[in-house]
């Protein structure tokens, strides 16, 4: 015997949600509460009808209880720069001198942009993590300049 649905608190919020749905995981969001709880669909039946897994709609009725059918907390916060060692502003502050004698048609080695994000950070910094930020700030070597190493 399967113990019984929980969210009944959050039942007309889950209808109320299921008729104004504008993405599909509100709809599939929608439907792992209320299947449930009208209906008495089993976690696996739910799975089938919205074809998403067990596990993917044991998640979407939680997190929907959880924060209490409020569809703007349940928004998915993926994305960003997480890891990011500065903002966008600072990395333009940072990159302005170079960018600035680039334009002069002075020569601007990555080594030196390295440098200063180095001294900037007070820690070592992968050659990747230079080209990361120069692609960022949309810097590409001039055409006809060969390719060099560090």
């Known amino acids: ?67 209490g059918g409020d569809a703007a907390k349940m928004r998915s916060q993926r994305g960003g720069r997480r890891r990011a060692n500065m903002s966008i502003e600072e990395e333009k502050t940072l990159l302005a001198p170079f960018f600035d004698a680039a334009e002069k048609g002075g020569i601007v080695a990555v080594s030196d942009i390295r440098q200063a994000l180095e001294a900037q950070l007070g820690r070592s910094v992968a050659l990747g993590s230079v080209y990361n930020l120069l692609h960022r700030h949309h810097w590409q070597r001039p055409r006809n300049t060969p390719k060099t190493n560090v």
């Open 1 to 67: 015997m399967t113990r019984p649905a929980s969210g009944r608190e959050v039942l007309a919020k889950a209808k109320e949600m299921l008729a104004n749905a504008k993405t599909v995981e509100e709809l599939r969001q929608a439907q792992a509460v209320i299947l449930p709880l009208e209906y008495g669909f089993s976690i696996a039946q739910v799975a089938a009808v919205t074809g998403i897994s067990r596990g993917w709609v044991c998640q979407l009725r939680m997190r929907f209880i959880r924060n």
